[in-house]
């Protein structure tokens, strides 16, 4: 490069650094809210999680030898394996298993397409209830979307195929943090595709054959959920399933159990929650509000320190090349004085 070349060049003005630094902190403070937040604030695509339900004091009828069963422990363990499907949505394999004393007792799966943004079910791409393609679910499926504000939201519960109202009943405080309760209440209700044949005598002693009765279920849960994340950070349940027989009076008790998560997932949830919650709330309003006032004033310094460099320079070089500019208006081109003419 030569030197004519970097002569030429002029130098950058003061104040130029400090006000591309403000002018980016200033569009960083209007995305992280308007953009970032949006892409950040959706359940995850893929991953697998389980969620385990334990009651003690339960009670079920051991259907190998027709007997109730009273205190033991009964374990509900739902298990999630997630896929992304598409850029919004995601799959979701669940089972869940019910376990006593080593055993299992009950068993179903379900398909579901998740919003990741709303945390609701989608009606599409294979959706099955224990291999029931004919179902259309809806509501939530288990996370609360974040930010959501204090209302009430359909859940879906693939046992009855239907999605009754979870109730917001109001603020608590789980593990440390604040989080919303929310109930949710199913009467009596026979579970579809549920008939089968049980012994006569369940119902009127002393009678011989077989009855075709079905399942029926009664549940109370409640779920609280961190408002700012969507995450469940606890669950409880209380749960009766009968037995019925069609066209005919009568019951006998299938399973009697209150459920609630195991100590350790509430912690870990809680923390989950809490460790979430402070990056959106990060990103919605503490990062924009910190961001935006020192990109304000860097950008308004550099300007000024512009500003200033820019008067100084004028007043420095005006004069002087004022007068090294001109030349007297009688002296001639040579430098020497002008002759009159004779």
Not at 136 to 152: C, H, M, N, T, Y
Not at 216 to 222: D, E, F, L, S, Y
Request: glycine share 10%; net charge negative.
């Amino acid at each position: 490069m030569s030197a004519d070349d970097t002569a030429g060049r002029r130098p950058l003005p003061r104040g130029t650094f400090p006000a591309a630094i403000g002018a980016f902190l200033l569009t960083l403070a209007a995305m992280l809210p308007l953009y970032v937040y949006d892409r950040v604030a959706v359940l995850p695509a893929q991953g697998r999680f389980e969620v385990t339900m334990v009651a003690d004091g339960a009670g079920y009828l051991d259907t190998s030898r027709w007997v109730w069963v009273d205190g033991v422990r009964i374990v509900r363990n739902t298990s999630v394996g997630a896929q992304a499907h598409g850029p919004d949505w995601s799959a979701w394999e669940m089972s869940v298993d019910t376990v006593v004393e080593g055993a299992m007792i009950d068993h179903w799966s379900r398909r579901t397409i998740v919003d990741r943004g709303t945390g609701r079910a989608v009606n599409c791409c294979g959706e099955h209830v224990n291999g029931d393609r004919a179902v259309r679910q809806a509501g939530l499926v288990f996370s609360w979307p974040p930010g959501v504000g204090e209302a009430d939201h359909p859940f879906y519960d693939a046992e009855v195929r239907a999605a009754p109202v979870m109730e917001f009943q109001g603020a608590d405080e789980v593990a440390g943090i604040t989080v919303r309760r929310y109930t949710q209440e199913i009467p009596a209700t026979q579970v579809p595709e549920s008939a089968r044949e049980v012994p006569a005598w369940l119902f009127t002693p002393g009678a011989e054959g077989t009855v075709t009765a079905g399942r029926w279920v009664q549940v109370m849960r409640t779920y609280w959920v961190e408002p700012v994340s969507g995450t469940v950070v606890n669950t409880h349940e209380a749960r009766l399933e009968t037995l019925r027989p069609q066209n005919a009076p009568g019951e006998v008790y299938l399973l009697y159990a209150e459920l609630g998560l195991r100590e350790n997932q509430i912690v870990g949830r809680a923390e989950q929650a809490r460790v979430r919650s402070l990056l959106l709330r990060s990103l919605d309003s503490w990062a924009p509000w910190a961001l935006g006032p020192v990109g304000g004033l860097l950008l308004a310094a550099g300007g000024v320190i512009a500003l200033r460099d820019r008067s100084r320079d004028a007043d420095r070089n005006g004069p002087g090349d004022a007068e090294e500019a001109g030349a007297p208006a009688d002296s001639d081109a040579t430098g020497g004085e002008r002759v009159p003419s004779a």
